[in-house]
């Protein structure tokens, strides 16, 4: 039916970063069939019905030379009726927001007994209460499961977009839990610190879980203008600029962090990049961007160095800033 259905969400907490990570699986159940649902068993499923289940098949892929046609000329005249692409999009949008609306409202569910059933390509989940749903489509919360995982927890910061470290917990043996992909609500001792997003559609063996900002750990990112110039020598332009980036971690306890940044990446033969000093950094020449993995004692400051340079033809501009 169209009208009843559930999606997944998230409680992830974390009391503190030498505990495992404790994830509480919730399923949101809603229905407006005009028919009451009194003292019913609930089942919730990640099968997709609605997705075909046959084998899809590649049919001969012919080409040829490509003779572009005119574009007729249209005259428009008035509105079009119907519903528009963006019309249908915005009632997505609004009904989306309705329903996170009416979640947010509902109160943290209970645990309850239930049944996990894990089958060729789909995992069940039975639940052994009754339930009674009433038609009107407002949202009831049901936890379904609660698990408590090691997780190696690690600090991220990118001091040119933002001043603030981002806790992040990796979990390994996250596909033995049955996620399905959902908003998740982050608690760090105790403490709500934002909304995140599982996303378990990926194909890696480790499964990082954003944790939300810590205000103990403090970043700053400064140009160094005596080490930013520009210079011209005969027909070319070299632009240096140099940044200092410092990290305190002022947390009783030691922490791993990385810390991320760029240089420019030349995707012409007359532009030369070239990073003269990094720290120590680790530099993807693919992307452009520099990784420090660092370990900080507690109330310990460390300063990072960056200095690219950029040369060019004068006669060019480049924006660089």
């Known amino acids: 039916m169209n009208n009843a259905g559930w999606y997944p969400s998230y409680d992830i907490r974390v009391d503190d970063i030498t505990k495992p990570v404790t994830i509480f699986y919730k399923a949101n159940v809603f229905q407006s069939t005009g028919i009451p649902w009194k003292d019913v068993k609930l089942s919730f499923s990640n099968a997709t019905p609605w997705i075909a289940g046959d084998v899809p098949a590649l049919n001969p892929w012919f080409i040829d030379y490509f003779y572009p046609q005119p574009a007729p000329s249209i005259k428009i005249r008035g509105t079009t009726a119907g519903v528009k692409k963006s019309d249908a999009y915005e009632l997505n949008e609004a009904v989306a927001v309705k329903d996170e609306s009416l979640r947010m409202k509902e109160a943290e569910a209970a645990p309850v007994p239930v049944d996990v059933r894990v089958g060729e390509t789909t995992v069940t989940f039975d639940i052994s209460s009754p339930y009674s749903i009433s038609p ?10 609660r698990t408590s995982t090691p997780a190696d927890y690690k600090y991220v910061a990118v001091p040119k977009v933002s001043p603030l470290a981002y806790l992040t917990g990796n979990i390994t043996d996250w596909a033995k839990q049955n996620l399905i992909g959902g908003e998740a609500t982050l608690y760090f001792e105790n403490t709500f610190v934002g909304n995140s997003y599982l996303n378990v559609n990926q194909l890696k063996d480790t499964l990082s879980v954003s944790l939300g900002t810590d205000n103990s750990i403090l970043l700053k990112r400064e140009k160094r203008k005596d080490f930013t110039s520009t210079k011209i020598l005969g027909s070319n332009k070299t632009e240096t600029y140099s940044f200092e980036i410092t990290v305190r971690n002022n947390k009783q306890d030691p922490v791993r962090i990385s810390v991320l940044d760029q240089i420019p990446i030349s995707t012409n033969s007359g532009i030369e990049v070239n990073a003269s000093e990094l720290s120590g950094g680790k ?3 693919q992307t452009g961007e520099i990784q420090w993995n660092l370990e900080i004692k507690p109330q310990e400051t460390r300063k990072l160095i960056l200095t690219y340079s950029v040369k060019y ?7 660089l800033e």
Do not use: A, F, L
């Not at 009107?136 to 499961?145: A, L, P, R, W, Y």
């Not at 033809?313 to 924006?319: N, R, Y």
């Open 136 to 145: 009107d489509g407002k949202v009831q919360t049901i936890e379904i499961q």
């Open 283 to 285: 530099h993807n020449s």
């Open 313 to 319: 033809p004068k006669d060019k501009t480049i924006i």
